[in-house]
């Protein structure tokens, strides 16, 4: 049995169909039909960061998607268990940005503070705005 493929449409624009993470993450996101937004999407336009667990396997999805990554069963979404781990972190013009993991997801965005390899860092803002956007702060 073959996955079900999501179609990702760039706004103004044509997209071919795609599945990777680049992709999932800067494009709108349709299911097959194209009508359904995401509730990945849709929670994270609230500010609120969620994840997708399958109702079926228990595996966590990441990137988002309408099923498990693994068995196809239906997610539900719930909020990220905080607090993350910083992985990698990299500033230049005083600016850092990294990649924190939670729930053994990885997560790129912005770190206020100075950050340390292992160290805890929460999310202090997410959005969405034509793509995903996150901000941590280390502690």
Aim: glycine share 10%; charged share 25%; hydrophobic share 30%.
């Amino acid at each position: 049995m073959a996955a079900p493929r999501i179609i990702a449409k760039k706004t103004g624009g044509k997209c071919k169909d795609w599945t990777c993470p680049k992709h999932v993450s800067s494009c709108h996101i349709f299911n097959r039909i194209g009508a359904k937004e995401l509730n990945f999407e849709s929670e994270l336009k609230q500010g609120r960061f969620v994840v997708g667990k399958c109702t079926k396997c228990h595996n966590t999805n990441w990137p988002p998607s309408e099923y498990c990554s693994k068995c196809f069963g239906e997610l539900s979404y719930s909020p990220v268990k905080e607090p993350g781990t910083v992985i990698e972190w990299s500033s230049k013009d005083g600016q850092t940005f990294g990649i924190v993991e939670f729930e053994g997801i990885r997560v790129m965005g912005a770190i206020q503070g100075i950050p340390k390899q292992g160290q805890k860092a929460k999310i202090t803002n997410c959005a969405f705005d034509g793509s995903p956007k996150f901000t941590f702060s280390v502690f």
